[in-house]
DNA sequence: CGGTAAATTGAGGGAAGTCAACCTAAGTGG
DNA sequence: CCACTTAGGTTGACTTCCCTCAATTTACCG
């Protein structure tokens, strides 16, 4: 599988992380070579389902970038509740705000599973932003579909009614990690029971309850216990 | 008192106006003559009370700074109720997103005071930001800013505990909205009870009786509608 | 094919929401 | 300056819904 994505975005058979630079939006404006440039200074991570990759308070020295695989974004509640802020997965970056406020970083990261990450130094990302200015508008917007994110979540938060929660959660899974099979819609989940429980802010018990209702309701199907297969996406949207 | 500030800070005595530039961290590294020149470019309005700035949907098309007075950004939630995002205030900004993105406002901005704004038309800032590229770096800190505020009251919200997501809330208020005397601390409530609900996500009714509870606990004092006194600050931080 | 971790299900209690009545304070006009 | 009006705040009784705790059941991994 892995294998597979690499011959088909790459064919010169030996450069498996080409796809760094390549995959990212903010570098979207820059030419090959310029790429390749970047591709030379990165450096590659890998990290194990489950391995923190940072803990809250650590210092950014660089710039994340993730070639595969996903990690969850996520603080730790009063309870020792671990709240999650944000699912990334391939190509969506992390980091980029401690390159420009140098501060600590403010939430931990964990992989959901194997990632492959590269990595670019603080004095690095730095050059090719003096030579590229306009990649700071893109790190902006980057930003700022974050911002959007993290608004829909506190909206969500605030809502009281949980099953309105679960919908909000299930649609935004939709276009990122559905498999269409005909007109159904077969959601991949990224999140354990547990993890979907801490995202919208209730327990585990509540979402097995909810999912189990709504799957008498004929809203959806709960295929095991990452598979959600959704046969009424309409009625979901109508509990926002 | 409008005017004593602008005799504070200004001292030509017509342009009362001047502000606005100089109070926006990201324009900080401007020159004196740079200032100016934005101030002849932008505009000034005023709104009353209560007003609508902007609703959700509206296309933004300038940068707004927000002169004087109190602004909260919030969204609707299913049930109707508002869920307030964050407070803005003397010299913060917004609209900053729309500027790069050229979305559509996902929030609403509504004056808690009488406010005065100067606005900056998307040209004019697009023209500032090629000659004074760095300010876009302003603009991401600001962002950082704006971003890790959120992730407080995401945590905030998906905390059981109301005493908890109360003292954030007061906790909060203190650096910016606190008169000392003596060593007691007094706020001014920039929220009703009502918006206080609105942003910690509970009932209105809820505040009532967690106040009266910390009252009698001795940790604060209500005084009256909109001024709280911090009686023991450490114990408001144990609630963390 | 076990063994373990995760998910489900059930019963019971508690805390916040709802609804309604009452009170307080800010603003208005005489 | 005071009485009146009204919006916002407080308080109480009741209800509901989610959390908690515990017992099973189901999925996953060697």
């Known amino acids: 599988m892995g294998l597979e994505r690499n011959a088909k975005g790459c064919n010169c058979g030996k450069c498996s ?20 440039e970047i591709n030379s200074l990165k450096i590659n991570k890998k990290y194990k389902k489950g391995e923190i990759l940072f803990f809250e308070g650590d210092r950014m020295e660089s710039l994340f970038i993730i070639n595969q695989g996903k990690v969850k974004v996520f603080k730790y509640t009063k309870e020792g509740k671990e709240q999650i802020l944000y699912i990334l997965s391939e190509g969506d970056i992390f980091g980029e705000l401690s390159l420009f406020q140098s501060e600590k970083l403010t939430f931990n990261v964990e992989a959901l599973e194997d990632v492959n990450a590269c990595v670019l ?98 809203i959806l199907r709960v295929k095991g216990i990452k598979k959600i297969i959704i046969l009424d996406e309409e009625a979901l949207k109508a509990y926002l």
């Open 121 to 218: 130094t603080k004095n690095n990302f730095e050059m090719i932003l003096s030579k590229r200015p306009e990649i700071s508008m893109k790190v902006l917007q980057v930003m700022g579909e974050r911002l959007i994110k993290m608004e829909t979540l506190i909206q969500s938060l605030g809502t009281k009614d949980i099953e309105a929660r679960i919908a909000t959660f299930l649609l935004e899974l939709i276009p990122e990690y559905t498999r269409s099979r005909g007109n159904i819609k077969e959601i991949e989940l990224p999140l354990s029971r547990e993890e979907i429980a801490n995202y919208i802010g209730v327990t585990r018990e509540t979402i097995s309850r909810k999912l189990g209702k709504m799957q008498e309701e004929g």
């Open 17 to 36: 992380h080409k796809f760094c630079a390549s995959k990212v939006p903010i570098f979207s404006t820059l030419s090959q070579e310029e790429l390749a």
